[in-house]
Structures are given as structure tokens and as C-alpha cells.
Nanobody
Framework: QVRLVESGGGLVQPGGSLRLTCAAS????????MGWYRQAPGNQREVVAT???????NYADSVKGRFTISRDNAKNTVYLQMDSLKPEDTAVYYC?????????WGQGTQVTVSS
């Protein structure tokens, strides 16, 4: 059984920063590719960043150079550091394995970028 709990969202002004945290339960975390996804109103859910068990990363073009994904396998946790936030980053952010497994979706955490 895997459970993923996201936290760290909030309201931030354009240009600001937030750090999202995904706490995972389950023994498969350490061997799993993990990803951060987001869904804005009216849009499909999209992958934002992924990280392999060994720390290899990949980013969507829209966030490259602004977001940083990391993980702490000892703590079963994945992070998303978001800098230079833009209004178009406003969305509900989720973590999941990559490729995503339907049964692992959590409640997500809302990020709103607005002045």
C-alpha cells in the first residue's frame, strides 16, 4: 500500500518561492521514479518534474531553470523547490510515481501565484 501526501502550497506573489513536500509510505519508494504533476483549472494534469531513485532529474520546458526536484530516500520524501514563480504556475500540485499510477493520487496542494 502506497500513500502520498503533498504539502507546502500556498499563495505567493509573482517572483516568489515555495517548497513543496511529498511524504510517501510504502517500501517501493526507494526504487521508484517519482514525479511532481500539476493541474490548472480547465487543463489536463501535466508532469512538471521527475527524479529517479539515483537522483537523475528531468523537467518540463515551462519550469526548467526555475524548479528543482529532489528526494531523500531515508525519509521517503520528495521535494519541489519552486523559484521565480509565475501566475501560470497556479495549479494543484500532486506527486506520484512515474508513470503515474491512478491509485496513488493524493489530495494535492494548491499553489496560487498572484499579486
Amino acid at each position: 500500500q502506497v500513500r502520498l501526501v503533498e504539502s507546502g502550497g500556498g499563495l505567493v506573489q509573482p517572483g516568489g518561492s515555495l517548497r513543496l513536500t511529498c511524504a510517501a509510505s510504502g517500501s517501493l519508494f526507494r526504487v521508484s521514479v517519482m514525479g511532481w504533476y500539476r493541474q490548472a483549472p480547465g487543463n489536463q494534469r501535466e508532469v512538471v518534474a521527475t527524479i529517479t531513485s539515483g537522483g537523475g532529474t528531468n523537467y518540463a520546458d515551462s519550469v526548467k531553470g526555475r524548479f528543482t526536484i529532489s528526494r531523500d530516500n531515508a525519509k521517503n520524501t520528495v521535494y519541489l523547490q519552486m523559484d521565480s514563480l509565475k501566475p501560470e504556475d497556479t495549479a494543484v500540485y500532486y506527486c506520484n510515481v512515474r508513470p503515474a499510477f491512478q491509485g496513488y493520487w493524493g489530495q494535492g496542494t494548491q499553489v496560487t501565484v498572484s499579486s
